[in-house]
């Protein structure tokens, strides 16, 4: 087990500049996401942490030791990249046991047997040792590679989508299960990269957002949600996604006021760092507003803003409701009950919470203005 300290890495492929500034820190024994969007650079930051490709400048520090000078097969980290190739020819006891067999390790063959028997079980594979993998699922396939990941001792375990070829049910199994192991059976340091917010948030420790070579935000899972630092982030996480109105701050008698650019909408807004005149915009998760249909007290403390249906997507046992509020587009994830008999164009009210809004400046990479 060991720390990973990335500091100020930049890459450019040609003139691509694929990682600009990346930093962060993975604590000894932790389980670190790295989650963007295809070509944010997560890949390249984990393939320069392996040593297979070597950064413009910046370092990376393994247990404290700077590894520049470590070639990859010495710096003891098992990796898993989503493009896995296994042993065609070998079955699957085989292909998980040939890290173990390498020339850095070989293993007696009782430990071997012992770590290849215990990791297959964990995975889910165990009756399928004696299997070619060319006899195996997709889903099969990427277990065996996960196990060939998992079976060695490592410092560190390197996991690039290690679940993006599962069915949507194997994958949230395997999800759990691999909480499990990290947390509780392994307690190795883990760089797991994904573009699924939802694994990030059930598998981190801690959480570092990419976007364009650049880390935007490293925190808890309850930090980002709650605290996102960029408008970018604020909708990275959470389906349906964040609504933002665009509008302006005023000073309303000592309160602060959000006025939709329209005048539409407003929210008292406190604790914001943002000068008056200003063009700011106010976030709202679904998550934290209420379908008020005119039925029962609207409660002490909540905004009311009215608008008119605009579309309606129903989720199962909830449904999303996405309202106009003037020329705004807001969002809210209902009960099905309490949007029963709802349509197109009729007239609806939102209870929102003053304290659960996020206030950023303008644009995608508006950095937020609530404290
Ligand atoms: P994905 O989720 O799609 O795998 P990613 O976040 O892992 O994306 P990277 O693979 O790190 O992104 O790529 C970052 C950027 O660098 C992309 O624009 C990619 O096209 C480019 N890139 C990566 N490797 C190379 C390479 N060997 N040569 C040229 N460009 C590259």
Known sequence: MTAIDVRSLHKK?????????????????????????SGAGKTTTL?????????DSGSVSLGGQDASDIEPNHRNLAMCFESYALYPQHNVFDNIAS????????????????????????LGVGHLLDRGV???????RQRVALGRVLVRPAHAYL??????????KLRTSMRAELKRIAHGDLMTTTVYV????????????????IKDGRILQVGTPQQVWDTPETAFVAQAFGKPRISFVSGGLVNDNGVTRFISSDGAITVPVSGVDAQAGETVQLGVRPRD????????????????????????EHLGRQTEVTLRIGESLVSVVASRRDAEGLGVDDKVSLLLDPARVHVFGDGDDGRRLSR
């Open 13 to 37: 492929f040609g003139k691509l500049v694929a990682l600009d500034d990346v930093s962060f820190t993975v604590d000894d024994g932790e389980f670190f996401c790295l989650l963007g969007p």
């Open 47 to 55: 393939k320069s942490i392996a040593g297979l490709v070597q950064p």
């Open 99 to 122: 890290p173990l067999r390498s020339p850095n390790l070989r293993l007696p063959d009782g430990e071997v047997r012992e770590r290849v028997g215990r990791t297959a079980d964990m």
């Open 134 to 140: 060319d006899q195996l699922s997709n889903g099969q």
């Open 159 to 168: 996991l690039d989508e290690p679940l993006s070829h599962l069915d949507a």
């Open 194 to 209: 994904t573009h699924d917010y939802v694994e990030a948030l059930s598998l981190a420790d801690r959480i570092g957002v």
């Open 289 to 312: 507003l209420t379908l008020h249909t005119g039925a029962g007290e609207q409660p002490a403390g909540t905004e009311r803003l009215d608008g008119v249906v605009y579309v309606l």
